[in-house]
């Protein structure tokens, strides 16, 4: 891929996707901004560069970026005009006055089936394009896949460094690597559990993807949360094999098993401390609830208390390590949830091979 500090950036329209789909609170404040403050380093560089930067991003929390403005103003370091349409685009390079953000680019029934046309209309007037998000680079969008075959399309660092530091967690000795996977959503951490099987010496099962490997060996597990597909996901997938560490216990309330119990966190805390990579992503049954939340602390605070170099990612995960206050403890953050699981599942990414 090509990189941002091999063109000469100084008076280029440079059209940037970032990744700003962020938790957003009723009362309309961003709940967790990291994502949106791991877009800064290219942005800065972009701009040190004499570049005119439009963002171009989405957001499943509300409709609009419009009423987030002030708070980018904050997180971000500029004052951030905003731009509702795409053809408005135009204007405002005509008075141009600092890094801008496109509203919410879901909005456009073009972007989500990455049509090719859409993607010309939003390239006009620009020089060149960025991908700085990571976070959808699984997704064949236009603002990700189309708009590369328009525009010249470079890297930006936080995608750089997302490529290294995952592609590090694959090459790296399988004996001296660990392996947790928690949380739901069978269809994206079944398949990078399987992957795993010849790259990690073991794998720590929790939450729902632990409730579907069970009910599948003919265990009850009761009321627990299931996914509806796991069966299907779970075939060739060897059940029995003794690298695949199960909850022994859990803490159940009302016939569903919300959390792992003493038992599994004590052996699941022991068999951390014997890896020198650690890789997370998912917690261990419903934090979010102090009463369930024991597990994903005692594996969270395990994790950042191992020596081993510790490699995190996932919404919940990084909701879940803001909660206990342990961030700041971990060697990597990844900013993608469902790309961190494609690239370990040995998937390719459409966003990725669109800068190849």
Request: glycine share 8%; hydrophobic share 45%.
């Amino acid at each position: 891929m090509k990189n941002i500090k091999q063109v000469d950036l100084k008076g280029k329209k440079v059209l940037l996707r970032v990744d700003f789909d962020v938790p957003v609170s009723d009362g309309g404040q961003i709940e967790e901004s990291f994502r949106i403050k791991k877009q800064k380093e290219t942005l800065d560089y972009l701009v040190s560069q004499e570049a005119q930067v439009v963002m171009v991003a989405h957001i499943s929390a509300v409709s609009s970026f419009a009423d987030l403005i002030p708070q980018m103003h904050i997180l971000l370091g500029y004052e951030i005009g905003f731009i509702k349409t795409v053809p408005e685009v135009g204007v405002y390079f005509e008075n141009y006055a600092g890094p801008a953000l496109l509203d919410n680019i879901r909005q456009n029934s073009g972007e989500e089936k990455n049509d090719l046309e859409f993607a010309k209309q939003l390239a006009v007037g620009f020089d060149l394009y960025v991908n700085n998000a990571f976070a959808v680079c699984h997704r064949n969008h236009a603002s990700v896949s189309a708009i590369a075959t328009v525009l010249p399309s470079y890297a930006g660092f936080l995608i750089e460094e997302e490529i290294a530091r995952l592609q590090e967690v694959i090459d790296s000795p399988k004996d001296e690597k660990l392996l947790i996977m928690g949380g739901a959503k069978a269809s994206t951490k079944i398949p990078v559990i399987k992957n795993f099987l010849d790259k990690a010496d073991k794998i720590l099962i929790g939450g729902v993807i632990a409730n579907d490997i069970l009910k599948a060996k003919g265990q009850d597990v009761g009321d627990s949360v299931v996914d509806e597909n796991a069966s299907e996901l779970l075939v060739g997938l060897n059940l029995d094999s003794p690298q695949l560490i199960m909850p022994k216990d859990y803490n159940i309330f009302e016939n569903k098993r919300l959390d792992i119990g003493p038992e599994a966190i004590s052996e699941f805390s022991e068999i951390i401390k014997n890896y020198k990579m650690i890789i997370w992503n998912g917690p261990m049954g419903l934090f979010e609830n102090d009463d369930f939340a024991q597990g994903t602390r005692a594996i969270a605070q395990a994790i950042a208390e191992s020596s081993a170099r510790k490699i995190i990612g996932g919404g919940d995960t990084i909701s879940a390590i803001d909660k206990f206050g342990l961030n700041g403890r971990f060697d990597f953050v990844s900013t993608g949830g469902g790309a961190m699981l494609a690239f370990l599942s040995g998937n390719k990414l459409p966003g990725l091979e669109a800068l190849n």
